[in-house]
């Protein structure tokens, strides 16, 4: 994912593998036409509906705008009663390295979204923790970074963490911020009323009238 992302393929796969790369394509199609954002703003719903023919169908909503698109997959597009078997004892026989490959790509995904959350709110707060807070959270940043380019799991992990601890004093800051405009707002809005003028009135009769 990226900022600004204004579309977003999905594949649909068959098979038994933790990895979609180890499975068959069923098909794919584009959810086109969606609002420019930030990252991980945009709500993608996906649903799959497998009717009594092993037809399927596949949907892509975009909780923000509606905007939907769909792919409808025929039973003979699938695989054979052989292929299934073959995938089960692939699935089996690669069963631990499956499981090692899911868990790097998870901790890779996991420190990707950290640095692009830690990079956002340094930007907008990082002006206020001090500057030896705001070094360690920079070092630690390019120290996980650099992880990143590894395919180490444990050293992903580890950097992770790090720069998890070292935003802490960030995270603080932020909520302080974010306590400080509230009370500016209460404060603005309660002078907002002490600024309302009573008065009183006197109805004045027409002595011309009958």
Request: glycine share 8%; net charge negative; aromatic share 4%.
């Given at each position: 994912a990226e900022?600004?992302?204004t579309?977003?393929?999905?594949r649909?796969?068959?098979?038994?593998?933790?990895m979609?790369?180890?499975?068959k394509?069923?098909?794919?199609?584009?959810?086109v036409?969606?609002?420019?954002?930030p990252?991980?703003v945009?709500?993608?719903?996906v649903t799959?509906?497998i009717?009594?023919n092993?037809?399927?169908?596949?949907?892509?909503?975009?909780?923000?705008?509606?905007k939907?698109?769909?792919?409808?997959?025929?039973a003979?597009?699938?695989?054979?009663?052989?292929?299934?078997?073959?995938m089960?004892?692939?699935?089996?026989?690669?069963?631990d390295d499956d499981?090692?490959?899911?868990e790097?790509?998870?901790?890779k995904?996991?420190?990707?979204?950290?640095?692009?959350?830690?990079?956002?709110?340094l930007?907008?707060?990082?002006?206020?923790?001090g500057?030896?807070e705001?070094?360690?959270i920079?070092?630690a940043?390019?120290?996980l970074?650099?992880?990143?380019e590894g395919e180490?799991?444990?050293?992903?992990?580890a950097k992770t963490?790090?720069l998890?601890e070292?935003?802490?004093k960030?995270?603080?800051?932020?909520?302080?911020?974010?306590?400080?405009?509230?009370?500016?707002d209460?404060e603005?809005d309660a002078?907002?009323?002490?600024?309302?003028?009573d008065?009183?009135?006197?109805?004045?009769?027409?002595?011309?009238t009958?």
């Open positions: 900022d600004n992302q579309a977003v393929t999905i649909v796969f068959q098979g038994e593998r933790e979609a790369a180890d499975n394509v069923l098909g794919q199609f584009d959810l036409g969606l609002p420019p954002a990252r991980g945009p709500q993608i719903e799959f509906d009717d009594a092993g037809i399927v169908n596949v949907s892509a909503k975009d909780k923000g705008t509606g939907e698109q769909q792919i409808r997959i025929q003979s597009g699938g695989l054979s009663d052989a292929d299934i078997e073959q089960v004892k692939d699935a089996e026989t690669h069963a499981k090692k490959r899911k790097l790509v998870e901790a995904n996991q420190g990707e979204s950290l640095v692009h959350s830690t990079e956002k709110s930007a907008d707060y990082g002006d206020k923790v500057a030896e705001k070094a360690a920079e070092t940043l390019e120290g970074k650099s992880a990143l180490d799991l444990e050293d992903i992990q963490q790090a998890a070292a935003s802490m960030l995270g603080e800051a932020m909520y302080q911020a974010a306590q400080a405009d509230a009370e500016a209460a603005a002078a907002a009323d002490d600024d309302v003028v008065a009183d009135f006197e109805e004045v009769k027409d002595d011309d009958k």
